[in-house]
């Protein structure tokens, strides 16, 4: 339940509707004013039937008012279509009797033109989140002007609805303004995921590439050695590479795990012991020679030597594989070397395993190049020994 309180998610729906409500009581002040001023004018019949009159009006416009204000908050967050014509012109119409009602009322009271013009003003607010900063300074800049020209012609009283009309547009405006900043923020949080995501698609893709590539070549290798055996009568040496074969397909359910759960790793010793085994078992002499890798980089290349030889195995006719590591001053180089290529296909036949071998040594700023020269494939791949790699 905690972990659900503190969800990112949630605490943005909270804010959502907390900015939401803050715009629908701003909304709700036509109705105070209005209220307000039924009650002030109990002493007289006229005036009160007339305030009373207003007051329903008043609540007409606030429901228009909150509606719309809706309106303006879903298109921030959400696309969504414009007001449609018979709203508006209703929304417009109610607007108008009440803005004129109270004129009429309170024609001889000397702030009449404030109480006159908080039902604009609470329009003009209702659509204000949808406003760009621009619209919203240039329809600042206008009532201003207006303003300032009617307080010119002697009412001074212009001034206070100004500022009035003004704290509604701005603090609507940045209900929308802050929405915005949520929205942006949830689509940067959902992209974020959806990358995260995808990451680790890819890293499970690439890892069961190299496991499995080479597991299903191993079982390959063995189960053809344990035909071949079979075939020349050795039923003995037959059964155990088959029990070898049983023994592989047990851990593969265990390697799958290892991989899914971001566990598996690939050990220097392990794998250029099992590359000479499993090339010996293919009938493929396996030469092994250089300097001993610094831990650092023994993973990534142990990596690109699980997948050589799986290449090695699937796409060539080689009988003889050199395996040769060396340790300069400024870089850690692997170079795997067979003698099966058979032409252009050997090099063009690499499938998703030298892409895969690029993507894990760019990864600690390394490069991999291969070369064809005559029957021979060359596989280099190097690291720059002043490259820190990621732990």
Same mark, same amino acid.
């Given at each position: 339940?905690?972990?659900?309180?503190?969800?990112?998610?949630?605490?943005?729906?909270?804010?959502?509707?907390?900015?939401?409500?803050?715009?629908?009581?701003?909304?709700?002040?036509?109705?105070?004013?209005?209220?307000?001023?039924?009650?002030?004018?109990?002493?007289?019949?006229? @005036? +009160? %039937? $007339?305030?009373?009159?207003?007051? *329903?009006?008043?609540?007409?416009?606030? &429901? /228009?008012?909150?509606? #719309?204000?809706?309106?303006?908050?879903?298109?921030?967050?959400?696309?969504?279509?414009?007001?449609?014509?018979?709203?508006?012109?209703?929304?417009?119409?109610?607007?108008?009797?009440?803005?004129?009602?109270?004129?009429?009322?309170?024609?001889?009271?000397?702030?009449?033109?404030?109480?006159?013009?908080?039902?604009?003003?609470?329009?003009?607010?209702?659509?204000?989140?949808?406003?760009?900063?621009?619209?919203?300074?240039?329809?600042?800049?206008?009532?201003?002007?207006?303003?300032?020209?009617? @307080? +010119? %012609? $002697?009412?001074?009283?212009?001034? *206070?609805?100004?500022?009035?009309?003004? &704290? /509604?547009?701005?603090? #609507?405006?940045?209900?929308?303004?802050?929405?915005?900043?949520?929205?942006?923020?949830?689509?940067?949080?959902?992209?974020?995921?959806?990358?995260?995501?995808?990451?680790?698609?890819?890293?499970?893709?690439?890892?069961?590439?190299?496991?499995?590539?080479?597991?299903?070549?191993?079982?390959?290798?063995?189960?053809?050695?344990?035909?071949?055996?079979?075939?020349?009568?050795?039923?003995?040496?037959?059964?155990?590479?088959?029990?070898?074969?049983?023994?592989?397909?047990?851990?593969?359910?265990?390697?799958?795990?290892?991989?899914?759960?971001?566990?598996?790793?690939?050990?220097?010793?392990?794998?250029?012991?099992?590359?000479?085994?499993?090339?010996?078992?293919?009938?493929?002499?396996?030469?092994?020679?250089?300097?001993?890798?610094?831990?650092?980089?023994?993973?990534?290349?142990?990596?690109?030597?699980?997948?050589?030889?799986?290449?090695?195995?699937?796409?060539?006719?080689?009988?003889?594989?050199?395996?040769?590591?060396?340790?300069?001053?400024?870089?850690?180089?692997?170079?795997?070397?067979?003698?099966?290529?058979?032409?252009?296909?050997?090099?063009?036949?690499?499938?998703?395993?030298?892409?895969?071998?690029?993507?894990?040594?760019?990864?600690?700023?390394?490069?991999?190049?291969?070369?064809?020269?005559?029957?021979?494939?060359?596989?280099?791949?190097?690291?720059?020994?002043?490259?820190?790699?990621?732990?």
């Amino acid at each position: 339940m905690k972990l659900m309180q503190d969800s990112p998610v949630i605490s943005a729906r909270r804010f959502e509707l907390y900015v939401r409500w803050s715009l629908y009581l701003l909304m709700a002040y036509l109705l105070v004013q209005m209220a307000g001023l039924t009650l002030g004018a109990s002493s007289n019949r006229f @005036t +009160f %039937l $007339g305030s009373l009159a207003l007051l *329903a009006l008043s609540v007409v416009v606030t &429901v /228009f008012n909150i509606k #719309a204000a809706r309106h303006s908050l879903d298109r921030v967050m959400r696309d969504r279509p414009a007001l449609s014509a018979r709203f508006i012109v209703g929304w417009v119409a109610a607007v108008a009797a009440v803005t004129m009602g109270t004129f009429w009322l309170l024609w001889e009271i000397p702030g009449a033109i404030v109480l006159a013009i908080a039902p604009a003003a609470c329009s003009i607010a209702a659509v204000s989140p949808t406003f760009t900063i621009r619209t919203a300074a240039v329809v600042s800049l206008a009532a201003v002007v207006v303003g300032g020209v009617v @307080t +010119f %012609l $002697g009412i001074p009283q212009t001034i *206070a609805a100004l500022i009035l009309l003004l &704290v /509604f547009i701005w603090s #609507a405006w940045s209900s929308g303004w802050m929405l915005r900043v949520l929205r942006q923020l949830q689509e940067a949080n959902e992209t974020a995921a959806e990358l995260s995501v995808a990451e680790e698609r890819l890293r499970i893709s690439r890892d069961l590439h190299d496991v499995f590539g080479r597991t299903l070549a191993t079982i390959s290798v063995k189960a053809e050695l344990a035909a071949e055996l079979s075939r020349r009568g050795h039923h003995e040496r037959a059964a155990d590479e088959m029990a070898q074969v049983r023994q592989i397909a047990n851990t593969a359910g265990a390697e799958v795990r290892r991989v899914v759960r971001g566990e598996r790793r690939a050990g220097w010793a392990d794998e250029i012991e099992g590359a000479r085994a499993l090339l010996s078992s293919a009938g493929i002499r396996c030469v092994i020679a250089g300097e001993e890798i610094p831990e650092r980089y023994a993973e990534t290349l142990a990596w690109v030597i699980r997948e050589g030889v799986t290449n090695v195995l699937r796409h060539s006719r080689a009988t003889q594989v050199s395996i040769t590591t060396a340790v300069e001053a400024d870089e850690v180089a692997l170079t795997l070397t067979n003698d099966g290529a058979s032409g252009p296909s050997n090099a063009a036949s690499t499938g998703t395993g030298i892409a895969s071998m690029t993507q894990r040594l760019q990864e600690v700023g390394g490069s991999l190049e291969h070369e064809l020269d005559g029957d021979w494939f060359l596989l280099t791949a190097s690291i720059p020994v002043s490259q820190e790699v990621p732990a």
